[in-house]
Structure formats: structure tokens, C-alpha cells
């Protein structure tokens, strides 16, 4: 599902906070989009005004809107539903209306509000089926470094374009000198920062010029050679890339390492998956625990998170049903252990998948025809919950 683009128009900024928070948790991706500083309206899929303050002009604004863009939806939300304003609002223009108090909250208001940003984001998808399929982001995510999140990373991007001969982007937003790229065999001429940096002119063509192409026909926008780079500054236009990115591919896989930083956050808002890599020892499945606690914490959609356990053997340490009891999560897809194919792989710079024909290699064929549809994929059974773990978690 391609990201639902929300515009906030309120002067009050804990409004925009707490209506943020309540959007990231709505089950879908949403991308909150600020207005240009021209002082013209954001171009956006939602406009939520806010008129609690001041209803006349509020309902000016949503005129505004509404003769603008015609095919926008626009929710106004006041501090009470009262028959006139409701009507006021709607012969606006407003699609939709809600009551809402920052005060008292309301577990009412919310799913009210989150369930029509769902329709809207259905409608949206549904009117635009015809002309183009919606793109789809995975987000690939380590429970510790070094359990192998990039390498599935880049094997399921090469496989992904491969396969559906579709437009396909790899995206590496690992701070700290990402290694997509260097996997890959490529010597990107730019970064992510040259497109975060230049969002003022982000368009096809310049896009085309930022991107380093593989022999798969997969693009790759590599990762940030600067240390500490992308920070919780790059937030905001990461969350616009992506928006920007996902009007011109059909897939987009991202690399975020195993840090839940802010321009990791704003990948996990994007993502309709998020690949939650983990290897079968203790260390990885504590991590991969407390993460999965992070993203419901986050609002960022845990329903989203699907758990890949790289690194298996004949003979576990940690047997999987515990894992997936631990994590409260099924194991979506595991991956042999197999240190020399791999390390033959990367050292070559040559995907699994191109350089032999292993069993690991086959495995990531039968994984990503799986994630795009050419293979039915096997019901996973989502255990009960618990946190204790040998002992130990």
C-alpha cells in the first residue's frame, strides 16, 4: 500500500503532536507532510483542519481547500459536535467531522478517526488501481549487528527486481557508513544525503541521477559516508523521500540496521513490512524482543513486523517454537546457516542468487517469489505471548 500523504493545519503544536501519533497508529502507512513555505497547501491525499479555535476561519481554510483540490479529503475536527457546526463544516466541504478534546482524549475519538483514514487510504488505492499499482516498502531491520540484515536485505531487493522486471529500489539508511552498496559491487558516485539535501529538487530525472544501477536492474541510493549522518535532523526528508520514491518505483527495500533512530522511525511509518532479522541465540532474540516492543510503542503497526531467523541449523541451540513463544510473533522464514557461500558472496560482490546455485541461494528465490506473490505462502501461527525466555528474558 502506497503512503497516505497528511497534511496537519492547526497553529496548536501538541494538536499536531498528538493527531501524528494517533495517525502513525491507524494500521496503514501515513506520511505527514508540512505546507511549502510560500504559505500554499501542502500537496496531500488528507487535510486535517483544525477549527476548535476558530470555526469561521477554519471553515474558510477548508473552502480554500476544497476549491483548490477537488479530490482531496478533508476532516475538520472541533471541540464538540454540535449539529450547525457539523453542518457548516460540511457544506464546506468537509468529508469528514470529529469531536475531539486534547484534554480528555478518548479511546472513541481514536478509532473513529483512524478507521476513516483507513477508508480514505482504501479509496485512494481503489481509484488508482487502474493506472498504477501501489508501491511496496519493506523495511529490513537487525536485532544486533552482525546477524546478517544486510545480506538478506540485498539478496531480496536483487530477487525482487529480478523477478517482476518492475521498477525496484534499495535504500540504505544505516547511519554510520552503510555496506548496500559495497554488498552489491558498486561504486555509488551519491548517497542518500545528496537526496535528502536537495528535496527542493527531487524529481524523476534528478533521482535517475542520484541512483547507482545494478546488472539486476535494481537502483540502489547508497548509504551516508559521514559518521553521524543521517541524524534525527534528517527525519522530515527522509519521510519525504520515501513519499517522493514511492510515486516512481514498485518496491522499495530499505536497510536500517539494527538501531531504532529517527530516520529508522520514519522508514517504519512507511513500511506495509517490516523484516525483523534475528539470529537463534539469546543475545538476538532479547534484542529482537525488546524491538518489537519498541515498534508497538512507536505506533509504527507491530501487526506489520514478520520475524526472519537467519543462520539456522540442524541442530538449534534455542529451539524455534521457544523463539517464537519469546517474541510472540511466528517465524515468518529462516535462512541455512552458511558461512563460506556467504562470505564467497560478499567478498565477490555478487548476489547469492547470481553467483551459484546453492541451497541458501534457493532459498532466498522461494522467500522473495513468496513476498511478491508468484508463490503461496504458508500460514504462519501467531503464538501466545510471554515474556519468559530460558530463564534468561
Known amino acids: 500500500m502506497a503512503q497516505l500523504a497528511v497534511s496537519i493545519l492547526s497553529q496548536d503544536e501538541q494538536c499536531k503532536r498528538e493527531m501524528s501519533s494517533v495517525l502513525r497508529a491507524c494500521g496503514v502507512p501515513v506520511a505527514i507532510v508540512e ?77 473513529s ?62 547511519q554510520c557508513l552503510g555496506e548496500v552498496a559495497l554488498f552489491l559491487g558498486v561504486r555509488p558516485r551519491f548517497t542518500v544525503l545528496d537526496a535528502i539535501e536537495n528535496l527542493h529538487r527531487l524529481d524523476r530525472d534528478f533521482l535517475r541521477e542520484l541512483m547507482t544501477r545494478h546488472k539486476s536492474g535494481l537502483d540502489i541510493l547508497a548509504g551516508s559516508e559521514q559518521f553521524d549522518r ?19 518505483y514498485d ?27 534475528a539470529n537463534p541465540d539469546v543475545p538476538s532474540i532479547r534484542n529482537a524482543q525488546r524491538l518489537v516492543d519498541r515498534v508497538r510503542q512507536l505506533g509504527a503497526g507491530s501487526e506489520r513486523v514478520k520475524v526472519l531467523l537467519n543462520r539456522t541449523a540442524e541442530h538449534h541451540l534455542i529451539e524455534p517454537k521457544q523463539i517464537e513463544t519469546a517474541l510472540g510473533l511466528g517465524i ?42 508468484l508463490e503461496e505462502a504458508p500460514a504462519v501461527v501467531e503464538p501466545e505471548r510471554r515474556r519468559a525466555f530460558l530463564g534468561l528474558i
Open 35 to 111: 505546507e511549502r513555505r510560500s504559505g500554499e497547501p501542502a500537496v496531500a491525499d488528507v487535510f486535517i483542519v483544525d477549527i476548535r479555535s476558530d470555526a469561521s476561519s477554519g471553515m474558510a481554510t477548508i473552502e480554500r481547500l476544497r476549491a483548490a483540490q477537488h479530490h482531496v479529503s478533508i476532516f475538520a475536527v472541533a471541540a464538540t459536535a454540535e449539529p450547525e457546526l457539523i453542518l457548516q463544516a460540511m457544506r464546506a466541504g468537509a468529508n469528514e467531522f470529529f469531536a475531539w478534546n486534547a484534554a480528555a482524549g478518548g479511546r472513541s475519538f481514536e478509532e
Open 230 to 248: 543521517p541524524n534525527a535532523n534528517d527525519a522530515g526528508a527522509i519521510e519525504e523521500l520515501l513519499r517522493v520514491l514511492g510515486k516512481l
Open 113 to 174: 478517526f483512524q478507521g476513516a483514514i483507513r477508508r480514505t487510504a482504501a479509496r485512494r488505492d481503489a481509484a488508482t488501481a487502474g493506472a498504477r499499482q501501489p508501491c511496496v516498502t519493506h523495511v529490513f531491520l537487525g536485532a544486533k549487528g552482525g546477524s546478517g540484515t544486510t545480506t538478506v536485505t540485498v539478496n531480496t531487493a536483487v530477487e525482487i527486481a529480478r523477478l517482476t522486471k518492475r521498477p525496484t529500489v534499495v535504500i540504505d539508511l544505516k
Open 251 to 277: 518496491f522499495i527495500i530499505i536497510d536500517v540496521g539494527n538501531v531504532i533512530n529517527a530516520s529508522a522511525v520514519a522508514a517504519l511509518y512507511a513500511a506495509d513490512t517490516v523484516f525483523l532479522v
Open 332 to 373: 515468518h522464514h529462516k535462512f541455512a546457516s552458511d558461512y563460506r557461500t556467504v562470505s564467497t558472496a560478499l567478498n565477490s560482490g555478487v548476489p547469492l542468487t547470481l553467483s551459484n546455485n546453492s541451497e541458501l541461494a534457493s532459498q532466498f528465490v522461494h522467500f522473495t517469489k513468496q513476498l511478491v506473490g
